[in-house]
Nanobody, 125 residues
Framework: QVQPVESGGGSVQAGGSLRLSCVSV??????????MAWFRQVPGKEREGVAA????????YYADSVKGRFTISRDNAKNTVDLLMNDLKPEDSAMYYC????????????????WGQGTQVTVSS
């Protein structure tokens, strides 16, 4: 199904790592190179873009706050997009959402057609 399904969240201590995974099967209307992204949200704040990737070619984008610590990757054979998060900090704690089929600016919520239900990441100090 095109609706993203996330997995891999959990609780970890500061400095630790987690890998999030998102599976989304392209629809007949999906672009040949899909823009897929991870966003995160904490209560009371807007959902913010974390990282995004084009499924063909692998061009990727990162928020400044995660550059050098997070890596986004895709496996087109499995229709998955992963987010490897290293050196996690308490401020990375949030609900993480996978977004599929973006058309427009990578870090704008309104650019994406499909959203997952989210997976919680909690980082303790």
């Amino acid at each position: 199904q095109v609706q993203p399904v996330e997995s891999g969240g959990g609780s970890v201590q500061a400095g630790g790592s987690l890998r999030l995974s998102c599976v989304s099967v392209p629809s007949r209307y999906s672009a040949s190179s899909r823009l897929m992204a991870w966003f995160r949200q904490v209560p009371g704040k807007e959902r913010e873009g974390v990282a995004a990737i084009f499924t063909a070619g692998g061009l990727s984008y990162y928020a400044d706050s995660v550059k050098g610590r997070f890596t986004i990757s895709r496996d087109n054979a499995k229709n998955t997009v992963d987010l490897l998060m290293n050196d996690l900090k308490p401020e990375d704690s949030a609900m993480y959402y996978c977004a599929a089929d973006g058309r427009g600016t990578w870090d704008e919520n309104g650019s994406y057609l499909y959203w997952g239900q989210g997976t919680q990441v909690t980082v303790s100090s």
